[in-house]
């Protein structure tokens, strides 16, 4: 199949017995309600997406992704080769959707034709003073306490089955590209990947995707940026003062390199806060790395057992 080549990773979509401490905490974590029903619950950033995660009331676990198509036209060239009816979207922003299932039974929502909503503003910035220069005269540095200022979804991470299989599902319909593969010293294939999406030579995050084949489907974890390092320290901050569960964090890593904090909601699912990361373009290309290159951070603790 020819697929299309997607834009960027819209949402994750999840299930919780409980909307309203769903809803707390994700407000802690630097998410704003942008619309709630009996059984729904759905949250922006500040940045122009309708909404970054949705919760069903239900049984707590992982649903799926959902992902941002350039146009309609790309959504319906997809159904055509799925086989599946795209439909209109009754999520905040409206639009298309276009529901898929991936060969380890996640979830996968195309979405394109969405509204934009206005961003919020974040907080200003005086510039930074260092061995590099002192810019900043005459003005004092403050940073409010308070929840992170999250911007966006930056990206999603799955443990699959089998890394190939779904490796070649995820590339065939949506044109991802490896930025960084996984390989073991004496194992015969690869783990996984990191992979972004294909803009051509317009940049893009390092990655969009990360596969880990570790014999049993699993959600790891989903990356929220936020404005700055300043913002994720407050972030940090205030998620510590209200006694939320504390992963894996402060660090940078070394693929990707992301400042990165590492949070688990009421339900035990993982979410980052994570900024100041790689943007690439098609031309990088695409990188064989090692174990350690995954688990190790340029700077910080190294990954808990727990994350794997």
């Known amino acids: 199949m020819s697929g299309i080549k997607i834009a960027d990773i819209a949402y994750v979509r999840f299930n919780a017995p409980d909307l309203d401490a769903m809803e707390v905490f994700l407000g802690e974590f630097g998410l704003i309600r942008a619309e709630r029903t009996e059984n729904t619950l759905f949250m922006r950033g500040a940045g122009t997406s309708p909404?970054?995660?949705?919760?069903?009331?239900?049984?707590?676990?992982?649903v799926g992704l959902g992902f941002a198509a350039d146009s309609v036209n790309d959504l319906e060239i997809l159904a055509g080769e799925e086989g599946v009816p795209l439909t209109r979207s009754d999520a905040p922003g409206g639009g298309?959707?276009?529901?898929?299932?991936?060969?380890?039974?996640?979830?996968?929502?195309?979405?394109?034709?969405?509204?934009?909503?206005?961003?919020?503003?974040?907080?200003?910035?005086?510039?930074?003073?260092?061995?590099?220069?002192?810019?900043?005269?005459?003005?004092?540095?403050?940073?409010?306490?308070?929840?992170?200022?999250v911007l966006r979804l930056g990206h999603g991470v799955l443990n699959v089955t089998d890394f190939r299989t779904s490796e070649a599902w995820y590339?065939?319909?949506?044109?991802?590209?490896?930025?960084?593969?996984?390989?073991?010293?004496?194992?015969?294939?690869?783990?996984?990947?990191?992979?972004?999406?294909?803009?051509?030579?317009?940049?893009?995050?390092h990655h969009t995707l990360f596969l880990v084949g570790s014999g049993s489907p699993k959600f790891n974890h989903a990356a929220f940026e936020v404005a700055d390092f300043d913002d994720l320290m407050a972030g940090h901050e205030h998620l510590k003062a209200r006694q939320r569960s504390h992963e894996w964090g402060i660090g940078r890593h070394l693929l990707g390199s992301q400042i990165f904090d590492y949070w688990r909601d009421p339900w035990g699912h993982a979410v980052e806060h994570w900024t100041d990361g790689d943007r690439v373009n098609a031309a990088w290309g695409s990188h064989k790395v090692g174990l350690m290159d995954l688990i190790g951070t340029q700077w910080g603790p190294q990954a808990p057992p727990t994350m794997a």
């Open 171 to 205: 590339k065939s319909r949506f044109g991802f590209i490896t930025s960084d593969e996984i390989a073991i010293d004496g194992m015969p294939d690869s783990i996984g990947a990191f992979m972004r999406c294909d803009r051509g030579d317009a940049p893009t995050d």
């Open 96 to 149: 298309f959707l276009l529901q898929l299932t991936d060969p380890d039974g996640f979830r996968v929502d195309v979405v394109a034709g969405q509204t934009p909503v206005a961003p919020l503003a974040l907080p200003s910035r005086e510039a930074t003073n260092d061995g590099r220069g002192a810019p900043r005269e005459n003005l004092v540095k403050r940073v409010a306490a308070g929840p992170a200022h």
């Open 51 to 62: 909404f970054l995660h949705v919760t069903h009331k239900g049984e707590a676990g992982f």
